[in-house]
């Protein structure tokens, strides 16, 4: 008798730099980024609310060149970037109002911080962190959020780019529902896109223009089939959208910015936050971790937890999962040793943002982080798999 495979169903969804929650991420990075440019060494904890008609800052920033920081522009200039710039819309970059209360550092979190000696600069806040690797894609991502953000910026650029569909809009939402046998992904079950449009865009023929356009699109991925099913629009109408439609917090994307719930998450936020805050920082490096012990065929699934305490200076535990796909030598328990011992991967605050450069980005800012995902994109440092074969070797002895 043949075995069944066993079969599973997994989802994830993405939204576009127009969605609300988006918008104001894109908001406290790009103002992060200006402080950075100013002062490496600034602390930013930046929070932005949006709705219609008004961006709201709050949050402790401390940036020596503060006052030639003009936070109000950034944010018109971001908003204006997205495409909002139809005021009878009821939120457009030249007609929001503006309100900042942003302030100072708490003394009592710099202290933990700021070291005299940098190498023992002790992590922004405690807590646990989470990266995760998988090889069933190139950027070694789940399928599930890699093409529902894939989906969104094809959109996105069409949008931009070619005035025949002008009358798509900047917010919208993708939701693949993938099929898995065995682990591996075999066929894309679901499709749903809610895509804002204008009040004339809103018809039929339109919603099938977004249909073909996703068929053609994913079928590149092989995963499609002919009883894939197709939801466009599913309430009937989305035009009244972005900010006017929903208001928007930085911050409660945590999973469309990380890999869709296929792993773990420790719950912090990551936009508008400097590389201090461990929560943002460590995140990344464990993943930067995690992508290069899947490329050097270690494993092909692994989820590495960091755990922090406020102001000291290196990790509190390791905990790495492999899900039973470890191999050529490596082990859950070898792989924690490997990660504790700082030889390949230092996760000491000041060693890793040293090592993926956090504190002054080339040929990427912090702004391009805060849509369609923090993980997968090459430009990224932490996407980087320069230490397979030092991986290698350490498990060859």
């Given at each position: ?13 993405s939204v576009?730099?127009?969605?609300p929650?988006?918008?104001a991420?894109?908001?406290?990075d790009?103002?992060l ?5 100013r002062d490496r ?6 929070e932005?609310?949006?709705?219609p008609?008004?961006?709201v800052?709050?949050?402790e ?8 920081i003009?936070p109000?522009?950034?944010?018109r ?6 495409g ?11 007609t929001?109002?503006?309100?900042s ?5 708490s ?8 070291r005299?000696?940098?190498?023992k ?5 405690q ?19 890699v ?7 094809m959109?996105a650029?069409?949008r931009?780019?070619d005035?025949k569909?002008?009358w798509?809009?900047?917010?919208s ?6 099929v898995y046998?065995?682990g591996r ?14 009040e ?9 223009v977004?249909e073909?356009?996703a068929?053609?699109?994913l ?8 009883d894939?099913k197709f939801?466009i ?6 035009v ?8 928007g ?9 990380t ?5 773990a ?8 936050k ?5 929560d943002r920082?460590a ?22 937890q960091v755990?922090?305490?406020i102001?000291?200076d290196?990790p ?19 792989l924690?040793?490997?990660l ?11 060693e ?9 980005p ?7 982080t805060?849509a ?6 090459s430009?990224?440092?932490w ?8 991986l ?6």
């Open positions: 008798m043949t075995k069944k495979a066993h079969c599973h169903v997994f989802t994830s969804e576009s730099e127009g969605h929650d988006k918008v991420d894109q908001i406290s790009a103002i980024d200006a402080c950075l440019k060494q600034a602390h930013v904890a930046c932005t609310m949006v709705g008609d008004v961006v800052n709050m949050g920033i401390a940036c020596r060149g503060w006052k030639k003009d109000a522009a950034i944010a200039r971001v908003v204006k970037k997205i909002y710039d139809v005021p009878a819309e009821h939120f457009s970059w030249d929001f109002e503006y309100l209360h942003l302030h100072g550092q003394p009592d979190i710099a202290q933990g911080v700021n005299k000696t940098k190498a600069q002790g992590a922004g806040d807590g646990m962190m989470f990266g995760y690797a998988t090889n069933e894609t190139k950027s070694l991502m789940p399928a599930p959020i093409y529902s953000h894939a989906l969104l910026q959109f650029k069409l931009r780019t005035k569909y002008s798509l809009r900047p917010d939402k993708s939701q693949l529902s993938v046998e065995e992904p075999v066929a894309i079950d679901t499709v749903v896109i809610s895509h804002q449009t204008t004339k865009g809103a018809t039929k023929k339109n919603y099938k977004i073909d356009l068929k053609k699109f079928a590149k991925t092989g995963l499609l089939r002919k894939t939801y629009n599913p309430t009937g109408k989305f009244v959208g972005g900010p006017c439609g929903d208001s917090l930085t911050g409660r994307k945590i999973i469309v910015d890999y869709g719930g296929m792993a998450h420790g719950g912090g936020a990551f936009s508008g400097d590389p201090s805050k461990v920082s995140a990344y490096y464990a993943r930067y971790a995690a992508k290069n012990i899947v490329a050097a065929g270690l494993a092909d699934r692994c989820q590495i755990a922090y305490a102001g000291v290196r509190v535990s390791f905990c790495v999962k492999t899900f039973g796909t470890a191999k050529n030598g490596a082990t859950d328990e070898k924690e040793k490997m504790a011992s700082g030889n390949i991967f230092d996760f000491r605050p000041y890793l943002i040293k090592d993926l450069k956090l504190l002054d080339k040929g990427w800012r912090y702004e391009d805060a369609y995902g923090h993980f997968g994109r430009a990224f440092p996407e980087r798999t320069n230490r397979v074969e030092k290698k070797k350490y498990f060859r002895r």
